[in-house]
């Protein structure tokens, strides 16, 4: 098992994802469970677009002050919370400032 805090952190994005990439490809080969944390909008999407190429689950656990606990997996879309929320509502502020 690894544990990743925060992959994020004093990371751009794309190396972020180049990142995941690698860990995808070790914990593949190596058969590891890999758990990772991040309010990054940037990792919940990449680690998206991983699950649609693999057979494999790719869970993910929000968890909310004062709420319950949500488990999905990504295979089935984007998760219902906050960060995804906020990031859909960032952009479309944009659109409606652009038109």
Known sequence: ???????????HPKAVCQFL?????????MGLQVFITSHSYFVIKKLLLIA???ANTVSCISLN???EVKICDLHDG????????TS???Y???IEEVL
């Open 1 to 11: 098992m690894i544990f990743i805090d925060e992959i994020e952190s004093a990371l």
């Open 21 to 29: 990439d690698m860990i995808d490809n070790i914990a593949n080969e």
């Open 52 to 54: 649609l190429k693999k």
């Open 65 to 67: 002050k004062g709420q």
């Open 78 to 85: 984007m998760p219902d919370n906050s960060i995804i929320d």
């Open 88 to 90: 859909i509502q960032l």
């Open 92 to 94: 479309e502020q944009e």
